[in-house]
């Protein structure tokens, strides 16, 4: 079965400074896709950033990037410069295809510290 | 490009009442997914259709929930006789049918139903 752990119900960090947020996952597949979707107060799911499992080079956009350790089934986002308008709930997903569904974690909620 | 869009945001019924949860994915997307997202929760899958068709509706309670994506018009999650459980936040996301991109979902501002 497919599961996603993010044992980290909450983080926070000082403005301009940088967190990681942790997710592990547990597939017996060997291609799949792995996201980060950011959800601020307004609830609004937000793709962050995306990875593919056969892809060793992790995927970075702007401020935001992931470690991703498909052998040790960890994809961690790390967010640089965190800025106020970074605070929001943080969910790590996983998608197998052709299964149709994505698996989320219980998210972590990210305050960040003027 | 206009997103996945949900109607209505908010929406209150009291027990028993039906509530009508629309849908209209992305431009260009024919494929529709619904989850459910309860207090304190991650999301969780509920149905995924493709026109005319449910793919897939292994997260979808047996009794009172059904969903639909008829040829034209939006994609309806349907619940009758709510009760108080049936609270929470239901969203719908949307993908192309094929080609790069086909794996990422992308999310509609979500339907928070409320029931008295």
């Known amino acids: 079965a497919q599961t996603v752990t993010q044992s980290q119900p909450e983080m926070s960090v000082q403005e301009a400074e940088t967190v990681t947020l942790s997710c592990t996952y547990d597939?017996?597949?060997?291609?799949?896709?792995l996201f980060w979707y950011k959800q601020p107060p307004s609830r609004q799911m937000i793709l962050v950033i995306r990875?593919?499992?056969?892809?060793?080079q992790n995927a970075t956009e702007n401020r935001f990037s992931v470690n991703f350790q498909k052998a040790a089934k960890s994809f961690s986002l790390k967010i640089s410069d965190s800025q106020l308008g970074d605070a929001a709930m943080y969910f790590c997903a996983y998608r197998w295809l052709p299964g149709n569904q994505f698996y989320f974690g219980t998210g972590t909620s990210l305050t960040v510290i003027p | 490009n206009a997103g996945v869009m949900q109607n209505p945001r908010h929406l209150v019924r009291r027990r028993g009442q039906e509530a009508r949860l629309r849908c209209s994915p992305m431009k260009g997307h024919s494929h529709v997914y619904w989850y459910r997202q309860l207090p304190e929760e991650g999301l969780k899958f509920m149905v995924y259709l493709q026109k005319e068709n449910i793919i897939d509706e292994s997260g979808m309670p047996k009794e009172r929930f059904s969903a639909e994506f008829p040829k034209e018009g939006p994609s309806i999650l349907r619940i009758q006789q709510v009760v108080r459980g049936d609270s929470a936040a239901y969203f719908c996301?949307?993908?192309?049918?094929f080609g790069r991109g086909q794996e990422t979902q992308y999310f509609g501002p979500g339907t928070r139903l409320l029931v008295l």
């Open positions: 996301a949307s993908s192309p049918p």
């Open positions: 597939t017996s597949e060997s291609d799949y896709y």
């Open positions: 990875q593919e499992a056969y892809k060793q």
